[in-house]
């Protein structure tokens, strides 16, 4: 018998950027809608991991920048070590950016092609860089939502999950992760439960 037509198959596979700083609900909110039937989700920050494996595309070249320092006992490198050194240099973070994100990028449109090939309808590409890293490309993405969260929110939910090291980190990070001013860009309020919050996104995703 063949196989019945999905939505990716008849009108072509949705993909659905979701970005905002630390603390803001995207992993949440993309994990909850990733339930439904035709929906996948691929995180962003699963893919930098890979990136900082030994032998990963990003972790010869992060040595060679930041030194033998950045490597943990596993050979990894390690993130909250490389985190250090670029949270008060602007010059060093962007260094970070132009090895990180260039591979990132690719490994998401790799995964695209991948998702529109097995029929995904809707794929949830959760990602800080994907609003406005010059790396990214935007014409790949039906639409990127941005998810707002004021700051002493993300700070609790931050601190609910993390030890006040790791939340204290994350959350001075996620400052320089400002909305960028692109009228493409929709924003949705993060504030509410995950089940809210996903319900606004999904009234975007499925217009």
């Known amino acids: ?20 700083p630390a603390g803001s609900g995207k992993s949440t909110v993309a994990r909850l809608l990733a339930k439904r039937p035709g929906f996948a989700h691929l995180d962003c920050d699963g893919l930098v991991r890979e990136a900082y494996r030994p032998g990963g595309p990003a972790h010869a070249p992060l040595v060679a920048r930041f030194g033998k320092v950045i490597v943990g006992p596993d050979g990894a490198i390690d993130r909250p070590k490389l985190g250090e050194l670029v949270i008060a240099d602007p010059a060093a973070k ?6 990180v994100h260039p591979v990132v990028a690719e490994a998401v449109r790799e995964a695209i092609a991948s998702h529109r090939a097995r029929g995904t309808d809707i794929l949830l590409v959760e990602g800080a860089l994907l609003a406005a890293s010059p790396h990214v490309e935007r014409s790949l993405f039906d639409l990127v939502v941005w998810i707002e969260v004021p700051e002493p929110e993300r700070r609790r939910r931050l601190a609910r999950v993390f030890p ?28 509410g439960s995950p089940e809210e919050v996903a319900a606004r996104l999904l009234a975007l995703a499925e217009a």
């Open 1 to 20: 018998m063949a196989k019945a037509a999905t939505a990716a198959t008849l009108l072509g596979m949705k993909v659905i950027g979701i970005a905002g």
């Open 94 to 99: 962007a260094d970070l950016e132009a090895i």
């Open 164 to 191: 006040p090291e790791v939340a204290a980190r994350r959350l001075a990070l996620g400052r320089g992760v400002a909305r960028p001013a692109d009228p493409r860009l929709r924003t949705i309020d993060g504030v």
